[in-house]
């Protein structure tokens, strides 16, 4: 097989053009199917994918995804299987250990029918069809994705353990929990509640003296190693991809370029029809996430008997995650429950064995082989406790520290339960296939064409009787789950008074809940959320394009209490006299174009780090970090005693020397004329999307492969969440709005585009039209697909 490719920008775009073309002109004759099967790709990208049986449906969807996304399918099966080592060579190793430590080992059966009645056999035809692809990538090799052949990887074949496979699940609060402990340790429970933000307040920060000796003697990268190596992005070094690609002189370090860690802040809403201009309800849904190319998201069309679903998930799972079948429509975002536990334990003497209820227990262990590229095999031996994996021992203190988790039970893939709900009926339908619906933890809103519309919290959500989940505990039998909550008595609500109901990651459960003992008490901020409510309670006939403008809202709810301070701060510089009346005038709006919102950015930034640099004990800033943005606020519209002897005079301070900060930050970026501040510059805020080689390739390259940059409104506590950074690194990359009066109506958007294949002319052609705020249509009758048809290929069994 051919394993480098000579590639340049000019020739990425073309080979793909033409290889496509020839591949639409024929019938492709396929083995594995049982009838013919046609994939309809429209004018963005999307695939619709008709077939006269479900396995034939799934079976097509796994080709489909397979050869739009074979890089990235690749690297998902590699990470899913501890495999990484196996191509790239020694350095994965300890990556490829913590893949099979975390990896599903209960009952398969079980497992892949939980998701649905014939979960087994949906599940093995998505696999069935993804090794087709594989198959014929390995027969053609002209076909392989240049960036997987510049890896030097043959891609492999699938099965079910593959798909539902937890690698890439979103779960808390593992990561949390050790750092919390530490500022406990550091300086007390009540010093930690004025400094964090946690819902409902009534915490119980209690740290047992085996938690606080191990946090005392290990940091939290070596607590988390495994858990962290089991989960986060892969990234490549120089010295593992081709020299035809690599860049002149790139040295040997990854190219992630410190990539963030991955966020999931959502938005989400659903208007009744006695709101709406149609008088049917309108669902709209903004999942945030990395902002990545391949992207993380996949649109789909998926039409047998039985099956009419449309929208977007993720291209390794079957089925839509989010979207509408003909009778309902859907969206999610992240709801709080803290579905994960670290326990602590102590060991005896020859740290073979764990106390657990006054015996000690031996470790259930595990051996297994790392097959490594170009080295000998390594053995590796995985730990478990009756708890779950084993991420540290220190063997000198003679203590471990092991997992329970929530997505290690059955029914813990990632959204694989919304097969059931792709063919819900009615609200009651849905509800009940929610109850399968266990990771991530999700709001869920739902509309029908009956009228109906609804919201359920659904996920995996332990029963503790006696902690509340947010530091370590001791492993010793004291502290033990009392179960799952059942879903349906999770937060739900139908047809409420309001006339909608709009989620956005923020605490939204009533206080008359009496179930707090199975939810998280982390949450995101409130900004997003507040406007929301903001919005639409004063709505009377939403669209599907008010709701579109919604998703792009800039408005900054932080900068209606923080910019009225200024007015009481006296500046000297003519440039901060200029930029605070700026700021006085401003209509609040992040917009990529506003002089305002580039001045209010660059000072907010300045206020957090300031404010924290008072809060915060010196010896806490390097485990706390950052505080949060609503404390921040607090402290600064209320000075408090955490700001010193003289709060007021502190607060001042902040304000002054932030704002000087910020203004002296924009006439290095921009130059002293205040006319070319703009918020959405490339100096400033924008979108560039690093594809995973980024960093090592060369510029001819890395300009076809990463696309952008393009200017950027909003920030992270806006509805148009672009994060912090100057480069957006987060946010919606899948967007979508939908009518129950009128499917065809729907819009949505997904970046940078449907391919991950950059020859392909549908690797990046969303891409400016998200950069933009604008979207393309998502059409479902037959019709509205004839009308945006750009090419067709028939499936013929073999």
């Known amino acids: 097989m051919q394993r480098t490719f000579r590639t340049t920008a000019l020739t990425i775009g073309a080979v793909l053009l033409s290889t496509t073309a020839t591949a639409q002109s024929t019938p492709v004759m396929t083995a594995g199917l049982t009838a013919p099967v046609t994939l309809t790709r429209d004018s963005a990208g999307v695939v619709h994918i008709e077939a006269q049986n479900e396995h034939d449906l799934f079976f097509a969807q796994g080709y489909s995804a397979a050869r739009d996304r074979l890089f990235q399918l690749e690297l998902w099966r590699r990470q899913a299987t501890g495999t990484m080592s196996e191509a790239l060579g020694p350095r994965w190793v300890a990556r490829d250990r913590a893949a099979r430590l975390m990896r599903y080992r209960g009952d398969m059966n079980a497992e892949l029918a939980h998701y649905h009645p014939r979960g087994a056999q949906i599940i093995q035809a998505f696999v069935d069809g993804v090794n087709a692809w594989v198959d014929r990538v390995r027969a053609e090799p002209s076909l392989m994705p240049p960036d997987l052949a510049a890896l030097g990887i043959t891609p492999g074949h699938w099965t079910p353990a593959v798909v539902v496979s937890r690698h890439n699940a979103l779960a808390s609060n593992a990561g949390e929990e050790s750092s919390l402990a530490r500022a406990v340790r550091g300086i007390g429970s009540e010093a930690v509640k004025r400094r964090r933000r946690f819902e409902p307040a009534n915490v119980k920060l209690v740290l047992d003296s085996v938690v606080a000796q191990l946090v005392g003697s290990a940091t939290d990268a070596q607590l988390l190693a495994a858990y962290n190596g089991s989960r ?210 999700l709001n869920w809103i739902w509309a029908d064409t009956s009228g109906t519309i609804g919201w359920q919290a659904a996920g995996a959500a332990p029963v503790r009787r006696n902690w509340d989940g947010l530091m370590p505990v001791p492993g010793d039998g004291r502290y033990e789950w009392g179960g799952l909550l059942p879903i349906a008595q999770l937060p739900h609500v139908t047809n409420p008074a309001r006339g909608f109901v709009g989620t956005a990651n923020a605490f939204n459960v009533s206080p008359s809940y009496t179930r707090f003992d199975a939810l998280a008490r982390s949450w995101a901020e409130p900004f997003r959320h507040d406007r929301v409510h903001e919005v639409l309670d004063s709505t009377t006939a939403a669209t599907v394009q008010s709701s579109g403008a919604l998703q792009h809202d800039a408005v900054a709810i932080a900068s209606r209490q923080l910019v009225p301070l200024l007015r009481d701060v006296t500046f000297t510089s003519a440039a901060s006299k200029a930029s605070r009346d700026t700021l006085l005038q401003w209509n609040h709006a992040l917009t990529a174009d506003s002089r305002a919102a580039a001045i209010y950015a660059a000072w907010e930034r300045r206020l957090l780090t300031h404010t924290a640099d008072i809060v915060l004990p010196l010896e806490m800033r390097p485990v706390m970090r950052t505080v949060p943005l609503s404390r921040t606020i607090q402290w600064l519209t209320r000075p408090d005693s955490l700001l010193g002897e003289r709060p007021v005079d502190a607060r001042n301070f902040i304000l002054f020397r932030a704002f000087n900060e910020a203004v002296s930050d924009l006439r290095q970026r921009f130059g002293d004329d205040m006319s070319t501040w703009r918020y959405g510059d490339a100096r400033m805020h924008y979108v560039r999307i690093a594809h995973p080689l980024d960093g090592v390739v060369t510029d001819s390259l890395k300009a076809v492969l990463s696309p952008g940059p393009f200017p950027r409104g909003g920030y992270a506590q806006t509805l148009l969440a672009s994060s912090n950074t100057d480069n957006q690194t987060a946010g919606a990359s899948l967007r979508v709005v939908m009518d129950l009066a009128d499917w065809d109506r729907a819009i949505a958007t997904n970046t940078p585009g449907q391919s991950g294949d950059p020859r392909s002319p549908f690797y990046a052609n969303l891409f400016p039209l998200w950069a933009r705020n604008q979207f393309v249509p998502l059409p479902y009758s037959p019709r509205a697909v004839k009308a945006y048809t750009a090419d067709v290929v028939q499936l013929q069994p073999r």
């Open 232 to 441: 986060s992005a892969p990234s490549f070094r120089a010295d593992e991809v081709a020299t035809s690609w690599r860049k002149a002189g790139a040295p040997a370090a990854d190219s992630s370029g410190g990539r963030d860690a991955d966020r999931w802040e959502s938005n989400s809403w659903v208007i009744s029809g006695k709101k709406t201009a149609s008088g049917r309800p309108i669902v709209a849904n903004d999942p945030h996430r990395t902002i990545a190319v391949p992207s993380l998201r996949y649109l789909v069309h998926l039409k047998a008997p039985g099956w009419d679903v449309i929208g977007g998930g993720e291209p390794a799972i079957p089925g839509v995650a989010i979207g509408h079948n003909q009778h309902g429509a859907w969206g999610l975002t992240i709801f709080g429950i803290d579905s994960e536990d670290l326990y602590v334990y102590q060991l005896n003497t020859s740290n073979s064995a764990y106390r657990y209820r006054g015996a000690f227990v031996p470790f259930t262990t595990t051996r297994d082989s790392v097959v490594v590229k170009n080295a000998p095999a390594v053995r590796v031996a995985l730990q478990y406790t009756r708890h779950g994996p084993v991420l540290y021992v220190d063997s000198v203190r003679h203590v471990a520290v092991a997992l329970r988790a929530g997505w290690l039970d059955v029914g813990g893939a990632p959204y694989l339960a919304s097969l059931r709900l792709d063919q819900a009926t009615t609200w009651n339908e849905a509800r009940a296939a929610l109850t399968y619906a266990r990771m991530p933890a």
